[in-house]
């Protein structure tokens, strides 16, 4: 019963600010855009400070700290050469021959675990 009398006043309340919201936009609607543009902007400031205080909150922990210096190493390993550009013959100077360093190969940090795997036995002989 209690649940019925809360819905009750709810639609009450709905329709006082549906009669409120025509008796203003009838009978000055200047004032009426200004005050929903004031309640537009407003609301957009409030979501805004939340959503400044929520994502300052997620970058402070210290999970995302070790990600982000992860990520700069990572870059910093991987990083792509820089393309050469490309010069006339004439200007460039004829140097010997230039060997091309060995890059050093990083070690897998992988290993193989045996397991027992049982022979299958060959279907195809049923």
Do not use: W
Not at 11 to 29: D, E, K, R, W
Not at 35 to 53: E, P, Q, S
Not at 83 to 99: D, E, G, L, R
Request: glycine fraction near 6%.
């Amino acid at each position: 019963m209690a649940r019925n009398k809360l819905s009750l006043l709810f639609f009450v309340i709905i329709g006082f600010a549906i009669v409120g919201l025509f008796t203003q936009l009838f009978t000055n609607p200047g004032g009426f855009f200004k005050n929903i543009l004031i309640m537009v902007g407003i609301g957009v400031v409030i979501a805004a400070i939340i959503y400044f205080v929520m994502t300052r909150s997620k970058t402070s922990t210290n999970d995302m700290k070790k990600y982000k210096k992860a990520v700069r190493q990572s870059k910093a390993k991987y990083k792509a050469d820089k393309p050469v550009s490309f010069k006339s013959a004439t200007n460039k100077k004829q140097a010997s021959p230039i060997k091309k360093k060995r890059t050093k190969r990083s070690t897998n940090h992988l290993r193989v675990i045996e397991g027992n795997k049982t022979k299958r036995k060959d279907r195809a002989s049923f």
